[in-house]
Nanobody, 124 residues
């Protein structure tokens, strides 16, 4: 069982930056592939970024490539999402997710554990 708690959301102006954190419980965090998803009002939840358990495989949605960076610190049981050059269309609730194994999937249905989400609002 893995419990995930996101933090770092908030209100930011267009062009600004935020760093989201996801703290995981459990001794086997290092064996989980982690993903960030987001859901805007009236839209389906979508994949944002994913990182394998080793940190060597990284995947990004086309909409965030070059602006967002996912990383993890297995010693701290934490995964991060650095978001730069934020746009109003990045406004959403951001969720952290985990799955056992080393393959990064972009479908939410491949992830077993989810955090409660953190709101990111990009507005002037």
């Amino acid at each position: 069982q893995v419990q995930l708690v996101e933090s770092g959301g908030g209100l930011v102006q267009p062009g600004g930056s935020l760093r989201l954190s996801c703290a995981a419980s459990g001794r086997t965090f290092f064996s989980y592939t982690m993903g960030w998803f987001r859901q805007a009002p009236g839209k389906e939840r979508e994949f944002v970024a994913g990182i394998s358990w080793s940190g060597r495989s990284l995947y990004y949605a086309d909409s965030v490539k070059g602006r967002f960076t996912i990383s993890r610190d297995n010693a701290k049981n934490t995964v991060y999402l650095q978001m730069n050059s934020l746009k109003p269309e990045d406004t959403a609730v951001y969720y952290c997710a985990a799955r056992s194994g080393q393959t990064v999937y972009t479908s939410q249905f491949n992830y077993d554990y989810w955090g409660q989400g953190t709101q990111v609002t990009v507005s002037s």
